[in-house]
């Protein structure tokens, strides 16, 4: 499976960006994905999630409110749509994706819960 992320900037704070995410090659039928984030000089940090079903999702506290997740099943894609940037939003987005059933509502948000990543996108954030 390979996960191509697309959609990062430069954009000014305050403003908004959608990342989107999409999974090509031998691929299953259902998936949890996720976006995890790198800022210079940082670990890498869980931001988002959705569950195999698409019915449960988390956030990381910094972003509630702003950010919003969403996937298309038939596609196996996974969007994030970013509002109300600050420059501490300022990272390297990375999606990721782990094989999961379509029934189940685990959310995952440590790295260890996902199999497959994307290469990332910069996303900057000028203040």
């Known amino acids: 499976v390979q996960l191509q992320a697309s959609g990062g900037g430069l954009v000014q704070a305050g403003g908004s960006l959608r990342l989107s995410c999409a999974a090509s090659?031998?691929?299953?039928?259902?998936?949890?994905l996720g976006w995890f984030r790198q800022a210079p000089g940082k670990e890498r940090e869980f931001v988002s999630a959705?569950?195999?079903?698409?019915?449960?999702?988390a956030y990381t506290d910094s972003v509630k409110g702003r950010f919003t997740i969403s996937k298309d099943n038939a596609k196996i894609a996974v969007y994030l749509q970013m509002n109300s940037l600050e420059p501490e939003d300022t990272a390297v987005y990375y999606c990721?994706?782990?094989?999961?059933?379509?029934?189940?509502?685990?959310?995952?948000?440590?790295?260890?819960?996902?199999?497959?990543w994307g290469q990332g996108t910069q996303v900057t954030v000028s203040s």
């Open positions: 090659g031998r691929t299953f039928s259902s998936y949890a």
């Open positions: 990721a994706a782990a094989r999961r059933s379509p029934y189940s509502i685990y959310v995952g948000t440590k790295q260890y819960d996902y199999d497959y």
């Open positions: 959705v569950s195999g079903n698409g019915g449960a999702t």
